[in-house]
C-alpha cells in the first residue's frame, strides 16, 4: 500500500497523489472524523475535497462509514472497486470509532498486501496509522460521542506505521498550541514521534 500522510488537506504537493495511483483513480472520500458537526458543514467540508482532488485528475466518491456500521463485506466490496481512499481530518477518536464498528479497520490492513492501493489522509486521517491514540486526547476529546456510535474509547490505532504523527506542529492553525502539549507527553514518557507542519507530506511508495 501506498502512503501520502499529510498534515493539513493535500499539503503543498498535491500533484504527488495523483501520481501514486496506477488506472483507477477512483479515491474514497472519508469524513467521518467531521461526524460531530452540523451535517450542512460536513458536506460543505466533503464538497471541499472533491474539489480539490478532482484538480488533480482523481475521481472522488464518498464513503460515510456509518452506513457500513456491521456491514464489512459491503465495504469491502466499495473498496474492491477503488484505487485509494482520502482520510479527512476531525476527531481522531470518533474516526477510529468507526473504523472499527464497520470493519474498516481490518480491510486497511488488508490493503497493506496492495502494492497499488493508495492511502491518503491528513490530521485525524493519518493519526489513525500510529499503534496507539494515546497522547491525542491533548488534542482531541475522546468522550466526543455522535449519535449511532459506541460509547467505548478506542486507543488502539491501526500500527500501519511504527511511529506516532503529530500534525499541525508549529503552524497557523487552531490545534498547534494543543498540539505541543501532545509533544510534551510523548518526550516525557519517552515516545517515538513524528511531527509535520501544515504544508508537509510523508510519501511512502
Known sequence: MKLFLSSYRLGNEPEKLRKLFSE???????GNAM????NLIREEKINESFVELKNIGLLPEEIDLRKYFGKQK????????LGGVYVRGG????LR????????DNLIKEKTKDPNFVYSGYSAGICVLSPTLRGIEFVDDPNNI???YESEVVWEGLDIIDD?????????HPESGMVDKEIEHYIKNKIKFITLR??????KS
Not at 461526524?35 to 452540523?38: L, W
Not at 465495504?75 to 472497486?81: A, E, F, G, H, Q
Not at 470509532?97 to 474498516?104: D, H, I, N, W
Not at 506516532?164 to 497557523?172: A, Q
Request: proline share 4%; no cysteine.
Open 74 to 81: 459491503e465495504l469491502n466490496n466499495r473498496l474492491n472497486n
Open 97 to 104: 470509532r468507526a473504523m472499527l464498528e464497520s470493519g474498516f
Open 198 to 203: 501544515d504544508g508537509e507530506v510523508i510519501i
Open 35 to 38: 461526524d460531530f458537526v452540523d
Open 146 to 148: 455522535p449519535e449511532r
Open 24 to 30: 483507477n483513480r477512483k479515491i474514497a472520500v472519508i
Open 164 to 172: 506516532i504523527l503529530v500534525p499541525h506542529y508549529k503552524s497557523d
Open 91 to 94: 476527531n481522531t477518536f470518533i
